[in-house]
């Protein structure tokens, strides 16, 4: 489970509560089920209180979960007949991303996900989800595969950053990164990310240039964690909490800026309460997608993505206070005001 | 004894004002690698590299289009696009408006058009004296649309990288101008165009993890600092210390990640030879023996 979080300790006594009073009237054979109800009745509301207003940083905490559903946990739960694809054909395997293929609703695809470890021991083995460049690149390689053979992709963003680590710069991490963001952009089958826990930096983004990027609830996604622009922004990552709220790196946050296409509610509390439930909610999310992108030939559905992502951005030609000293002067017809 | 030790300090030599006034700020840099000083107007004259022992002094974008064209033959692209600060960042504007009158540019990239060797070609120039160089949305545009205009002219795109990483105050539209630039450099290689890198002192993060790494032929300057994460942090998660070479171009071209490493005084001469070879070497020109 990890580390209670701060603010669930209210619901977590309330549960104590609850428990204690069944198990007293249990052993004394007294009813009490008016108190009862009226306990649980409180922590209904308690809990629809509390879940309902949660802080960016509390998001953070429930992302982090260590019973958070991973890209393991829910391939199963949303697709049939999962073949997993080991090895970049380059270097080795990096099993901080998993992909391969499988069926969803009876349609080929290829599946592609960051994972993280579910406890201490596999977590190591997993590299805590933070993959080598061998990992980008055996991704690249099953999405050029995915095009080949026309199958769409769905990968799955959680990752806490591509890993800081001497022989991933060696074997050039950078390069690794950037070749996915060059060779997704121009991919003529439809791409679907779903960001399922974290998404930090060039290390998430490099699975993640789809055509619809679609958002659990109580995931966050940035361009660096919130620790990590704490100590670069006011040299002290104690101030993460500050950077959570600063960054606007929630699903709400990141809908409103326009970067993601579908916010994915969360069961109450968060993904981990109800995989099963909660792996629904993202099927149903992915039907639509599949649906509306179905529509799209090969080559609508590069204009789509390649449209998509050209559009980011928030800047300003019009600048009164200097004059404009260039002989040439590029069209402005894309510009946002 | 102790005496003996602090009575110097007591007639240490305070150069006179007058002295002072003798040699301005600014007449004379001093190598931050070998510590000899040099004068200004003989650095410049060697391009801003240390004669005694080859350091590269990081360059400003305007001193580098002064020193990259043939004369008088570039014009600047999109010089007043600004940042609109999309997070309501406290304080970046302000930030923005100090580094705007410290570099006299808008933004951390400078870009435009002008002839290398007599060959017309689409640049982009990164100065870190502007936020670290940092890619917020003004660069990942500035660049997209310089990629752009080449592609329509058929002209070659020259990127001269010097940055930090991704402008944080813009959040996850910083990272998001990593997959624009990638995308539109993606495009026009789809459309054949010859796309040259060149990453100069610093470029790490989303810009060498983005457009840097992704030329036809990727160079750099000697002794720039390349990489993804930075030094403290992979030594604070492998706990173990770095060779001193670590993440430098060399250490790079050593590993595969680079084609050449280029002294700036040759830099012209090398692209002059890159941009030759791909307006003459073609099939036809071999038929034409």
């Known amino acids: ?337 | 004894m102790k005496d003996f030790f602090t009575k110097k300090k007591k007639y240490a030599t305070v150069p006179s004002a007058k002295a002072r006034q003798d040699v301005p700020e600014g007449i004379v840099r001093k190598c931050p690698k070998c510590k000899k000083i040099m004068y200004v107007k003989e650095l410049k004259k060697h391009l801003f590299v240390c004669q005694s022992c080859g350091y590269h002094y990081p360059i400003g974008a305007y001193e580098r289009a002064e020193m990259l064209f043939d004369a008088d033959s570039y014009v600047e692209f999109d010089k007043n696009m600004v940042s609109l600060n999309p997070l309501q960042f406290p304080n970046y504007m302000h930030k923005l408006e100090s580094d705007r009158k410290k570099t006299k540019l808008n933004e951390a990239v400078w870009t435009g058009k002008g002839r290398i060797e007599g060959c017309e070609c689409a640049v982009a120039i990164m100065d870190k004296g502007f936020r670290m160089g940092s890619m917020g949305s003004v660069v990942g545009e500035k660049i997209t649309r310089m990629v752009e205009y080449a592609g329509k002219q058929g002209i070659p795109v020259i990127i001269f990288s010097a940055s930090g990483g991704a402008r944080m105050q813009e959040g996850v539209l910083s990272l998001m101008q990593m997959a624009k630039t990638s995308a539109a450099l993606k495009g026009f290689s789809e459309n054949g165009g010859l796309y040259i890198s060149i990453m100069t002192h610093p470029t790490t993060g989303g810009v060498s993890a983005s457009f840097a790494s992704l030329g036809d032929y990727n160079l750099a300057e000697p002794g720039a600092l390349i990489g993804f994460a930075g030094r403290r942090i992979i030594e604070q998660t492998i706990g173990a210390e770095l060779p001193p070479d670590f993440q430098t171009a060399e250490f790079l071209l050593k590993h595969g990640q680079l084609d050449q490493v280029i002294p700036r005084a040759e830099l012209r001469t090398v692209l002059g030879q890159i941009l030759s070879i791909h307006t003459e070497g073609s099939a036809e020109a071999w038929d034409r023996n």
């Open chain 1, 1 to 337: 489970m990890g580390p209670e979080l701060e603010f669930e300790k209210p619901i977590h006594e309330l549960q104590g509560k609850i428990a204690e009073l069944k198990q007293f009237m249990d052993e004394k054979g007294i009813d009490l089920s008016d108190e009862l109800n009226h306990l649980q009745e409180r922590l209904a509301n308690l809990e629809k209180e509390t879940y309902g207003s949660m802080t960016p940083w509390e998001r953070v905490g429930v992302a982090r979960k260590l019973n958070r559903p991973t890209t393991l946990d829910y391939i199963p739960l949303l697709f049939t007949d999962f073949l997993e694809c080991h090895g970049d054909r380059l270097y080795g395997d990096d099993s901080a991303i998993v992909g391969g293929i499988a069926k969803f609703h009876g349609c080929p695809v290829t599946v592609i996900g960051e994972q993280r470890g579910r406890d201490t021991k596999e977590n190591i083995m997993r590299n805590f989800g933070s993959p080598h460049p061998e990992g980008y690149r055996k991704a690249l390689r099953l999405m050029k595969q995915a095009d080949k053979f026309h199958r769409p992709i769905i990968t799955f963003i959680d990752t806490k950053g591509a890993f800081p680590g001497q022989a991933a710069e060696e074997r050039g991490q950078s390069e690794a990164i950037a070749r996915n963001l060059y060779e997704m952009s121009w991919l003529s089958v439809p791409v679907i990310c779903v960001v399922i826990g974290e998404g930090a930096s060039g290390g998430a983004l490099a699975i993640g240039v789809g055509n619809q990027i679609l958002m659990l609830e109580n995931s966050w996604y940035s361009v660096i964690s919130p620790e990590g622009a704490a100590a670069l922004l006011w040299k002290d990552a104690g101030q993460a909490e500050k950077a959570a709220e600063t960054m606007k790196i929630t699903g709400s946050d990141l809908k409103k800026l326009g970067i993601i296409d579908k916010l994915i509610p969360e069961v109450l509390g968060g993904a981990h309460n109800d995989p099963k439930k909660q792996a629904e909610r993202i099927d149903q999310a992915l039907v639509a997608s599949m649906e509306q992108l179905g529509q799209l030939s090969p080559d609508q559905v590069r204009q789509q993505r390649l449209a998509k992502y050209r559009e980011i951005g928030d800047y300003d030609t019009a600048q009164t206070n200097q004059t404009d000293l260039s002989v040439f002067s590029y069209s402005s017809s894309s510009d946002k005001q």
